[in-house]
């Protein structure tokens, strides 16, 4: 039995939101950080002292780990926001202000 099917779950149509301009499949009720790790992302956000990567910590909005650019908002935490239909999800560097100047 999958998860699906344990928790029995029945998810909505998919819906598409773009990762660094490419498509990829999300499911009503996925965070950005769930449709990131089903799309095999694991670090979307490097640090801006060593540029370290990073991506999920703590699943739960405190660790900060997770920061991405949605929607050309950046600092969002990918483990809270939920993924809407032609979301624009962008990979993050340091602040996520590098191109503001």
Same mark, same amino acid.
């Given at each position: 039995?999958? %998860?699906l /099917?344990?928790?029995?779950?029945?998810? /909505? %149509?998919?819906?598409?939101?773009?990762?660094?301009g490419?498509?990829?499949?999300?499911? %009503? /009720?996925?965070?950005?950080?769930?449709?990131?790790w089903?799309?095999? &992302?694991?670090?979307w $956000?490097?640090t801006?002292?060593? /540029?370290?990567p990073?991506?999920i +910590?703590c699943?739960?909005?405190?660790? +900060?780990?997770?920061?991405?650019?949605?929607?050309? $908002?950046?600092?969002? $935490?990918?483990c809270?926001?939920?993924?809407?239909?032609?979301?624009? &999800?962008?990979?993050?560097?340091?602040?996520?202000h590098?191109?503001l100047?």
């Amino acid at each position: 039995m999958t %998860p699906l /099917g344990l928790a029995r779950a029945r998810p /909505g %149509p998919p819906f598409t939101v773009t990762v660094d301009g490419d498509e990829t499949d999300a499911l %009503p /009720g996925q965070t950005v950080a769930a449709v990131l790790w089903s799309a095999g &992302i694991t670090s979307w $956000r490097s640090t801006r002292g060593s /540029g370290a990567p990073r991506g999920i +910590f703590c699943g739960i909005g405190v660790c +900060f780990d997770c920061l991405v650019t949605v929607n050309d $908002r950046p600092n969002q $935490r990918a483990c809270l926001v939920p993924a809407t239909p032609g979301d624009a &999800i962008r990979t993050q560097e340091g602040t996520g202000h590098d191109e503001l100047g």
